[in-house]
C-alpha cells in the first residue's frame, strides 16, 4: 500500500513566523501536489513539481520535491491569519489513481 | 465558468435510506472522482471514472455506486445509508497532461446518517 505521511499533523504559530512542513513516501511518484484546503471548503491545487529536486515559489510559499522524488517539502515565509488551513499533498504514481496525505492543519494567530 | 458543482451541500438520512449525490463539470475534463474525507484520514478514493463510459473501483467501494452520465456528469449513489458513511464527500475532474493528474474539487456535500 502507498502512502504519504504528512508532518506535522497540526501547527499553530503566531503571524509573521515561518514554518516547514512535509510529505513524505517510500514510493517514487511521477509528480507531486500540493493543495490548502479551507473549513467548509474543497481542496484547492496550490502546485505541481514533477523533476527531482525541483522549487517552485508562489509568493511566500516554497514548494521543493525530493531528489528522488519520494518526498515534499512546503516551507511559509511570514505566515499570515490568511495562511491558515488544511494542506494536502498529493503524489501521482502514473495511472489514474492520486495519492493523499492525511494533511497539516495550520492555524496562524493574528 | 463554475468548476465543479455538487449538490446537496448538506444531508440527513437515517439508517436504510437511500440518496444520489450529483456532481457536474465544466472544464471538459475526461476523468471524475468520488472521495470521502474523515477526520485524521485525508481523501479515500470511492471510486472513479477515466473517461465516459467506464467507472472503477477505488480504495473504499463498499455500499456505494456510481453513474458517468456523460463526459460532465458523475453521481454517487447510497443504496442503504449506514452510519459509517456519515462523513464529507468531495467530486474532483482531473487535468491531466502526461502522468501529471491535478484535480479540481466540488465545495462537497456533508451527509450525516442517523
Known amino acids: 500500500t502507498q502512502l504519504l505521511e504528512q508532518s506535522p499533523q497540526f501547527l499553530s504559530i503566531q503571524e509573521g513566523e515561518n514554518l516547514t512542513v512535509y510529505c513524505n513516501s517510500s514510493?517514487?511518484?511521477?509528480?507531486l501536489q500540493w493543495y490548502r484546503q479551507e473549513p467548509g471548503e474543497g481542496p484547492v491545487l496550490l502546485v505541481t513539481?514533477?523533476?527531482?529536486?525541483e522549487v517552485k515559489k508562489l509568493k511566500r510559499l516554497t514548494f521543493q520535491f525530493g531528489d528522488a522524488r519520494k518526498d515534499s517539502s512546503l516551507h511559509i515565509t511570514a505566515a499570515q491569519p490568511g495562511d491558515t488551513g488544511l494542506y494536502l499533498c498529493?503524489?501521482?504514481?502514473?495511472?489514474?489513481?492520486?495519492?493523499f496525505g492525511a494533511g497539516t492543519r495550520l492555524f496562524v494567530k493574528a | 465558468n463554475a468548476g465543479v458543482t455538487q449538490t446537496p451541500k448538506f444531508q440527513v438520512l437515517k439508517t436504510g435510506q437511500s440518496m444520489t449525490l450529483q456532481c457536474a463539470q465544466d472544464?471538459?475534463?475526461?476523468?471524475m472522482y468520488w472521495y470521502r474525507q474523515d477526520p485524521g484520514m485525508g481523501l479515500r478514493l470511492i471510486y472513479y471514472?477515466?473517461?465516459?463510459?467506464?467507472?472503477d473501483k477505488g480504495e473504499v467501494p463498499n455500499g456505494y455506486n456510481v453513474s458517468r452520465l456523460n463526459k460532465r456528469e458523475f453521481s454517487l449513489r447510497l443504496e442503504s445509508a449506514a452510519p459509517s458513511q456519515t462523513s464529507v464527500y468531495f467530486c474532483?475532474?482531473?487535468?491531466?497532461?502526461?502522468?501529471?493528474?491535478?484535480?479540481?474539487f466540488g465545495p462537497g456535500t456533508r451527509l450525516t446518517v442517523l
Open positions: 498529493a503524489g501521482n504514481t502514473g495511472g489514474f489513481k492520486t495519492i
Open positions: 472544464m471538459n475534463h475526461n476523468s
Open positions: 513539481v514533477v523533476t527531482g529536486g
Open positions: 514510493s517514487v511518484f511521477s509528480s
Open positions: 471514472s477515466a473517461s465516459e463510459g467506464t467507472t
Open positions: 474532483a475532474s482531473t487535468r491531466t497532461s502526461g502522468s501529471i493528474n491535478e484535480q479540481f
